[in-house]
C-alpha cells in the first residue's frame, strides 16, 4: 500500500491549494482517506475525511473553508483548500483506513488509520 501527497507550496493568505493523495495497493471501495497536518513541536492535527460513501467530515478549522473529492479511476482523493490563513502552514498527511475499520459512533480522528503517505509541505504567508 502507498500514498502519495502533492500539490503543497507557497501561498499568500486568501489563496487557494489543491492536495492531492493518489493511492494504490488496495481496492478502492471501501475506505477513509483522513488529511492531518503538523507543525514542528506541535501535536498532528486531523483537518478533513472522506468515507467511500461520500460522507466527509471536517475540523472545525476546516470547516466553510476546505471540501474534499475523490477520483475513483485514478484513486485519488483531493483535499480543496480555500480561504487559507498562516495558521494552515503545516505538513499535510494523508492516511487511509483499508479497508475501513471505523466507525460511525466513534469521532473520525480516532479511527484505524493504517497506511500514512509522506507529507507535502503548505506554506501560507501573511
Known amino acids: 500500500v502507498q500514498l502519495v501527497e502533492s500539490g503543497g507550496d507557497l501561498v499568500q493568505a486568501g489563496g487557494s491549494l489543491r492536495l492531492s493523495c493518489a493511492a494504490s495497493?488496495?481496492?478502492?471501495?471501501?475506505?477513509?482517506i483522513g488529511w492531518f497536518r503538523q507543525v514542528p513541536g506541535k501535536e498532528r492535527e486531523g483537518v478533513s475525511c472522506l468515507r467511500s460513501d461520500g460522507t466527509t467530515y471536517h475540523a472545525h478549522s476546516a470547516k466553510g473553508r476546505f471540501t474534499l473529492s475523490a477520483y475513483n479511476a485514478k484513486h485519488t482523493v483531493y483535499l480543496h483548500m480555500n480561504r487559507l490563513k498562516p495558521e494552515d502552514t503545516a505538513v499535510y498527511y494523508c492516511?487511509?483506513?483499508?479497508?475501513?475499520?471505523?466507525?460511525?459512533?466513534?469521532?473520525?480522528?480516532?479511527?484505524?488509520?493504517?497506511?500514512w503517505g509522506q507529507g507535502t509541505q503548505v506554506t501560507v504567508s501573511s
Open positions: 495497493g488496495f481496492t478502492f471501495d471501501d475506505y477513509a
Open positions: 492516511a487511509a483506513s483499508h479497508p475501513f475499520a471505523g466507525s460511525s459512533e466513534t469521532p473520525w480522528i480516532l479511527w484505524p488509520f493504517n497506511s
